[in-house]
């Protein structure tokens, strides 16, 4: 039982370059969402998924996009990385809000 | 506005010892609260919300609405409770949206 899978597990890249961290989930959640992780500053949200074909901003969606066309994958797209977005990035997944989030494993990424 | 604040970025106790992880919430509503584990090279997952009122791994939380707060306890600390803790808040909507604190390191020493 896969769960939630995040690829790349890490990425190092330059300033302006753009790229697309993936996410999938075999559990049929409606529900997805994309954290990122700053070392003393918690998980902050970029972005959310409440179904296929529904995103709505977090508290932090600047420099980044999603799309959710199926239920399984919800990409998280960033067009000009900036040092600022270096980071760690989960997405997580749940089957009803306020329900336990499952999460995928993490993605580290250094923009230089 | 919804915060979650985390006092401690790190703690440190001895094996045995009585762990408490202080996490405060600033929510106008009813709100749900969560605590989150992060152990080393594992991935970020539930440890216990405050509506199952469980024990989870010897932890308890308890919800206090006037101090608005919701500590996350431990009578006796084992080494293998050594990770990261992140309290988190449900925001308003049906959007399953968290809040989550700054975290914090739990280290027990033998």
């Known amino acids: 039982n896969a769960g939630v899978t995040q690829t790349p597990k890490f990425r190092i890249l330059k300033i302006g370059q753009s790229m697309t961290l993936q996410c999938t989930q075999d559990?049929?959640?409606?529900?997805m969402y994309w954290y990122r992780q700053d070392p003393g500053m918690g998980l902050k949200l970029i972005y959310y998924?409440?179904?296929?074909?529904?995103?709505d901003k977090g508290e932090v969606p600047n420099g980044y996009n999603v799309s959710r066309s199926t239920t399984e994958d919800f990409p998280l797209r960033l067009e000009l990385a900036a040092p600022s977005q270096t980071s760690v990035y989960f997405c997580?997944?749940?089957?009803?809000?306020?329900?336990?989030?499952?999460f995928g494993s993490g993605t580290q990424l250094s923009v230089l | 506005a919804q915060r979650v604040t985390q006092p401690e970025k790190l703690l440190s106790v001895f094996k045995g010892a009585p762990v408490e992880l202080k996490c405060n919430y600033s929510?106008?509503?009813?709100?749900?609260l969560f605590w989150y584990v992060q152990y080393s090279r594992q991935r970020l997952q539930l440890l216990l919300r405050?509506?199952s009122r469980e024990s989870i791994k010897g932890f308890t939380a308890d919800l206090n609405k006037g101090e608005t707060s919701f500590h996350l306890k431990k009578p006796f600390a084992q080494e293998e409770d050594s990770a990261m803790y992140y309290c988190?808040?449900?925001?308003?909507?049906?959007?399953?949206?968290?809040?989550f604190g700054q975290g914090t390191t739990l280290q027990v020493k033998p």
């Open positions: 997580a997944s749940s089957d009803r809000a306020n329900e336990k989030l499952f």
């Open positions: 559990m049929n959640h409606n529900y």
């Open positions: 998924s409440v179904g296929a074909g529904i995103t």
């Open positions: 929510y106008s509503g009813s709100p749900e």
């Open positions: 405050h509506i």
């Open positions: 988190a808040l449900s925001g308003s909507g049906n959007t399953g949206k968290l809040i």
